[in-house]
């Protein structure tokens, strides 16, 4: 009984574990904390005993109301959310003990004659602790931890509460059989590890469903930055407009005035020689002022000078854009630039300027190169948040990368160009910066545009991630010999 109880213990402080790592309520000192979760492990494994040995059919399911109204009043937020992460935590917790226990039970197995109670007791003992190791080591990878924060909207929740509740029914099922023989048993685990592998895909679209998103958003930020560009290079040109207009209007009566003058001057044979040359050197010298007069004002300050690129405020940054728009323009090659100043600004800036300068200069000077061998017009560079995260990203109108690119990208040396000297360097560089600041890459090659044939964007989320949405799908998916990367179909994506 004391080992059930500590057992239970365990598997009870492994799901407040995952909670206080995904709900992040951290609004009590550490101590009181985990003084808390031990005190109402306790009072959920007490209650799962007394429900074993009285309401069989509750061993499950009254634990987990316990669970969720505790994390309801340790944590602000919303119930529904609350409710999706309170079962998804019960369940995995209780996932992985069934792994431990498979993994200890295959380990073992020479040893399956031995039937002591001390023996099973210990097994059980060191289950539970693995458990809790196995938690620690999976929480340690930004993918999973970042798993709990991709379910956010009220259709994902609705699934994980779904798929955890009939996993959970699973269990409640295996508790009331008694036969550990029978064929029903079978039934449930076949169907257990049915309801894991649909958790997998579930949890892996939400991952591409989050990455769609930030792409939707990163386009939506960049028509309002070129819109915002737009309208002040509009207004501007309608306050010159305005001010060259009473220019104008002022112009007219004077040209009409000293148009008269001269012509009278002209005319007048009464005069004599020194008067009519005093009158001339008076109109010349007027003609002269005015002259003057109008070229200062075009020269003035005041006159607008549109910058067609955005300037970002760093000198680094902002000349190398200046000069990449300059070898661009040799190929005819128009380099679009949205920028936002919020990009430098706020607590997780993306990388150094020297830095941001190299991997500027190879991913542009790489999208140079394809889109002049497709004959391509436009480079579109963009740097904007998006939920507060800084993002990165290039697109042109150039030739796509070769598969073989996307499985060496990062590992060894690759080139599209080697025909014309390309040594394949640039990408290792790229790859070793989104490393070091654990950047996830997006290469979407499914753009909805006429223009543009790829685009690669670079989110500074920590994640660390390699994903890439193409129509060739099945040919890389054919050729694929790397484990970090993801290849989605652009067809489903937008229905995940």
Known sequence: ?????????????????????????????????????????????????????????????????????????????????LLGYSVLSYSLSFILFSASTIIISLATFPLCHIKSEIFINLLTILASCITIAFTNLLFKNPRTRNLFHAINSYPALGFVILFSLVLISIFTSAQLSNDRTAPFKKVLMIGSIIIIFLYDIFLRSQITKS????????????????????????????????????IIHKDNRIVNAMADSVAEYLKDTTLSDAKRHEKGVALSEQIEAIRTDRQNILLSKERIQPNPIAQTGYVGVDALIA??????????????????????????????????????????????????????????????????????????SGIPFTVNTYMNFGLEKS??????????????????????????????????????????????????????????????????????????????????
Request: with cysteine; hydrophobic share 40%; charged share 20%.
């Open 1 to 81: 009984m004391l080992i059930t109880l500590f057992k239970s213990m365990l598997l009870y402080l492994n799901c407040f574990n995952i909670a206080r790592k995904t709900i992040q309520y951290n609004n009590q000192a550490p101590l009181s904390i985990h003084l808390s979760h031990i005190v109402f492990s306790l009072l959920l494994s007490v209650v799962t005993l007394l429900c074993k040995d009285y309401f069989q059919i509750g061993t499950y399911i009254i634990p987990l109301v316990l669970y969720h109204i505790i994390l309801t009043l340790m944590s602000p937020a919303s119930p529904i959310k």
């Open 211 to 246: 990455y769609r998103e930030k792409l939707r958003l990163l386009e939506v930020e960049s028509l309002r930055a070129s819109q915002q560009e737009q309208a002040n290079y509009i207004a501007q040109l309608e306050k010159e407009n305005e001010r060259m207009g009473r």
């Open 323 to 396: 000069y990449i728009a300059k070898e661009a323009a040799q190929y005819h090659i128009a380099l679009q630039f949205d920028f936002r100043e919020d990009f430098f600004e706020g607590d997780t800036p993306c990388m150094p300027e020297e830095d941001l300068v190299h991997l500027l200069s190879d991913t542009l000077k790489n999208a140079i190169i394809a889109t002049k061998h497709n004959n391509g017009k436009i480079i579109k560079l963009s740097m904007l948040k998006l939920k507060g995260i800084p993002s990165v990203a290039i697109a042109d």
């Open 415 to 496: 080139s599209t160009h080697t025909d014309e000297g390309g040594s394949g360097i640039g990408l290792l560089d790229i790859w070793s910066l989104k490393e070091k600041y654990k950047a996830s890459l997006y290469i979407d090659e499914a753009l909805n545009s006429d223009i543009f044939t790829k685009q690669i964007v670079f989110i500074f989320d920590k994640k660390n991630r390699y994903m890439i949405s193409s129509n060739r799908y099945k040919e890389i998916q054919r050729q694929q010999s790397r484990a970090d990367l993801y290849v989605v179909n652009p067809a489903t994506e937008g229905s995940l």
